[in-house]
């Protein structure tokens, strides 16, 4: 199958930033000059054109930060600039990232109308009392209110939760995915909350005031949430992502099943086929320093990395392994030059966490889901 031709573009910034958050977000208390930064997405697209050539865009997702603090003109100015760059047929997936207390309807028409066609909501819980752990700024009348409007206004609509809370029972997950999904929800994204090193919560956690699930219980939850989608009709499609048949997230496939895509933006990754070998893409992370980057030499990348086939054999286990329809192991073994190791393999199937799908593909199984990081190295050696 064909992973497909993504572009990200990276807003970098938020009105608040949440304690659990280690993404590339930034508040800024002034009004941020839009127009600036539009310019010099635009440069940065061109040099992105350079390197990739004329590729038909099969999927674009706008994240963040949150974009929905984007002004609907911003947001068309940069659609229409990755159509003079690349080809974008009609009616492709067009993602949006958006908060709940950011959302207003005349802004969401305005997305609609640049051409946004699936919106992806930043909901994480739905009680009062987690959110206003969580740091979010909104409450549940807010995040039903955007659901709502998101429903109203795009063909497609995905929400964020965070499960594996403090106290956090099973059963209350259960209640709150099945609520989830009566809002006529067909995508989900649902991840365990972790304590990320420079966080407020990780400072909390290591002076022993935040106490969140183990492993253990994590792995419960995670295994219920299996279960729970499942009965519902909305099974694991990727090991945090959630969907009814046909409502997969086609951006985000195209990172797992191991496609290129371009990044743009302050702190946007991408992988491109240069000439017919993959290359790495970072840009600068800090947004005014990209700026100024962008506007002194047409581009704020500061990695660019040629990944050897050995290093895409690997990056590729990694991506797919994380999906439910698993690898393709022509392509692996013809990037890594070899079969993966007999006795590994059939250690990691004896033991349940991995399992063949004919001689075409390798997929984990729940099991082995758990453990996703340790059955890569173990496959990758």
């Known amino acids: 199958m064909d992973p ?34 539009v310019a010099a997405f635009l440069r940065e697209m061109a040099e992105a054109r350079e390197l990739s050539g004329p590729r038909t865009v099969t999927s674009i997702f706008m994240g963040g ?28 997936e067009i993602t949006m990232e958006a908060n709940p207390s950011s959302v207003e309807a005349t802004r969401f028409h305005g997305y609609r109308a640049a051409g946004v066609n699936r919106v992806s909501l930043g909901v994480q819980a739905l009680n009062d009392r987690d959110l206003r752990f969580l740091g979010r700024l909104h409450n549940v009348e807010d995040a039903l209110k955007a659901v709502r409007l998101a429903r109203e206004i795009f063909p497609r609509m995905s929400f964020d939760l965070i499960y594996a809370r403090p106290n956090q029972t099973v059963e209350e997950w259960e209640r709150e995915l099945k609520e989830a999904v009566s809002y006529a929800v067909d995508h989900l994204s649902l ?28 792995a419960v939850l995670y295994e219920a949430t299996q279960e729970i989608t499942a009965a519902i009709g909305m099974p694991a499609y990727e090991v945090s992502n959630h969907a009814r048949p046909g409502a997969e997230s086609r951006h985000n496939l195209t990172y797992w099943r191991y496609g290129d895509y371009a990044g ?9 086929t240069i000439g017919g070998a993959k290359v790495a893409t970072a840009t600068e992370r800090k947004p005014e320093e990209w700026l100024r980057l962008v506007e002194e030499h047409g581009h704020g990348m500061i990695e660019r990395e040629l990944l050897d086939l050995e290093a895409q054999a690997d990056e590729l286990l990694l991506m797919g392994l994380r999906l439910r329809e698993g690898v393709d192991l ?52």
């Open 4 to 37: 497909g031709f993504g572009v990200y573009v990276h807003w970098p910034f938020c009105a608040a930033k949440c304690p659990y958050c280690d993404f590339n977000s930034h508040v800024r208390h002034q009004p941020v000059d839009q127009p600036r930064f």
């Open 65 to 92: 930060g949150t974009p929905s603090l984007m002004d609907p003109a911003t947001v068309d100015a940069i659609l229409n600039g990755i159509a003079s760059h690349w080809h974008v047929p009609d009616g492709i």
């Open 191 to 218: 991840y365990q909350l972790t304590i990320e090193e420079g966080t407020p919560f990780y400072g909390l956690h290591k002076a022993g005031k935040l106490v969140v699930p183990d492993g253990e219980q994590s």
């Open 264 to 272: 743009i933006g302050p702190g946007a990754h991408g992988r491109l």
């Open 330 to 381: 022509a392509r692996w073994q013809s990037l890594s030059g070899r079969d993966p190791d007999p006795d590994r393999e059939q250690f990691l199937i004896e033991h349940g966490f991995i399992e063949r799908l004919g001689n075409s593909r390798l997929r984990c199984t729940p099991a082995g889901m758990l453990i996703l990081d340790a059955v890569v190295a173990d496959l990758a050696c």
